[in-house]
């Protein structure tokens, strides 16, 4: 399920950014803004949050991508909490969502989908709870 989501979030990032909506980038802004402000980011520390990537499918100009995130993020969701992982701390994924963002901005789709895909590598290596 993993590879799956992983899959459907590179091709979800870099159609979204070649679509180049020009709202996305004030909703990124705002839902990043947001999740590195208290409470937000307390609460994230301990949470699996797949908002940001669900943003950038909202924006994907395609509705079945975006169907098939959802759908993705469901099962994704369910095996990390099933497994008892963790997500990266916080920080690091917050810094790696605004290098996303950052790409996205600038319009490079192939930036945005290797920032996605070395978020992802990350996130592979979060640690499981005991």
Not at 16 to 35: C, S
Request: aromatic share 10%.
């Amino acid at each position: 399920m993993y590879r799956f989501a992983r899959v459907i979030d590179n091709l979800v990032v870099e159609a979204a950014t070649r679509a180049g909506n020009p709202k996305i980038v004030p909703a990124l802004i705002e839902h990043l803004e947001a999740a590195d402000a208290e409470p937000s980011k307390t609460r994230l520390a301990h949470a699996i949050d797949l908002t940001f990537e669900q943003i950038i499918g909202d924006f994907c100009g395609n509705v079945y991508l975006a169907a098939l995130q959802r759908e993705a993020h469901g099962y994704f969701r369910a095996a990390w909490e099933g497994a008892g992982l963790m997500p990266r701390p916080a920080d690091e994924r917050s810094q790696q969502h605004w290098h996303i963002f950052d790409a996205i901005r600038f319009g490079d789709a192939v930036e945005a989908r290797h920032r996605m895909e070395e978020h992802f590598r990350l996130q592979a290596l979060a640690p499981t709870v005991n």
